[in-house]
């Protein structure tokens, strides 16, 4: 059971516009602290795509957004391709559990 | 450019002690705001972050795995060393470490909101007897 929370799955048709969740709570993102999303291709590493809740590193497409309100975060992702097909993860830092944590991932299928 | 690699012992048996080592260039541990985590991943399963040692020396485990787990490292190498005693098959994950830094607002004694920009390619150790 992962302290944050994300859907396990969610599909689109290319083109279209998705959204990941992820709820935590008031020991962390509640807290303040900051969300981070991976993105990790089928057998690949996972790949940094937004860190500070918001922050696109140089090379991910603003395609992808990335927000945090309260105790939930949201990754978005617009113009929906073949080529995002892959499990996300929002990552933050936990007070209580005294440790950065992880969600459970969702599998983004392109149908 | 920062690269990471892991490397170690592929197969283990149960009650074994695993050391892993993380081989890192184009960043030095003895410069302020850096740190390097460990993080792994059982086969089809969620990332789980196991530990984290910043530039200063200052260290974090995983509160469900401190007891096991010792992370220490060799800025003269560029290494940081992972060992795990105890294995068990349920520790049969891809081991990653990652570069870590806090975000350009905030300073390096940001120590909670370090993130995890750079990963190695992962190492996968199996416990099995």
């Known amino acids: 059971q992962s302290v944050l929370t994300q859907p396990p799955s969610v599909s689109g048709a290319p083109g279209q516009r998705v959204t990941i969740s992820c709820t935590g709570s008031?020991?962390?993102?509640?807290?303040?602290?900051?969300v981070q999303w991976y993105q990790q291709l089928p057998g690949t590493v996972p790949k940094l795509l937004f860190y500070?809740?918001?922050n696109r590193p140089s090379g991910v497409p603003d395609r992808f957004s990335g927000s945090k309100y309260g105790t939930s975060a949201s990754l978005a992702i617009t113009g929906l391709q073949a080529e995002d097909e892959a499990d996300y993860y929002c990552?933050?830092?936990?007070?209580?559990?005294?440790?950065?944590?992880f969600g459970g991932g969702t599998k983004l299928t392109v149908v | 450019q920062i690269t990471l690699k892991e490397s170690g012992p592929t197969l283990m048996k149960p009650t074994q002690t695993l050391t892993l080592t993380c081989t890192f260039s184009?960043?030095?541990?003895?410069?302020?705001?850096?740190?390097v985590a460990w993080i792994r991943q059982p086969p089809g399963k969620a990332l789980e972050w196991l530990a984290l040692?910043?530039?200063?020396?200052?260290?974090r485990y995983s509160p469900s795995l401190k007891s096991r787990l010792t992370i220490t490292k060799d800025t003269s190498k560029n290494q940081v060393l992972l060992t795990m005693t105890n294995m068990d098959p349920v520790d049969t994950a891809t081991y990653y470490c990652?570069?870590?830094?806090?975000?350009?607002?905030?300073?390096?004694?940001?120590?909670?909101?370090?993130?995890?920009?750079?990963w190695g390619q992962g190492t996968l150790v199996t416990v099995s007897s």
């Open positions: 500070g809740n918001s």
């Open positions: 990552q933050s830092y936990d007070n209580r559990l005294s440790g950065w944590v």
């Open positions: 184009g960043f030095s541990l003895s410069t302020g705001g850096v740190g």
């Open positions: 990652a570069h870590s830094i806090p975000p350009y607002y905030l300073d390096s004694s940001a120590y909670y909101h370090y993130y995890f920009d750079s």
């Open positions: 040692i910043y530039w200063n020396d200052d260290k």
């Open positions: 008031s020991s962390n993102l509640g807290a303040g602290y900051d």
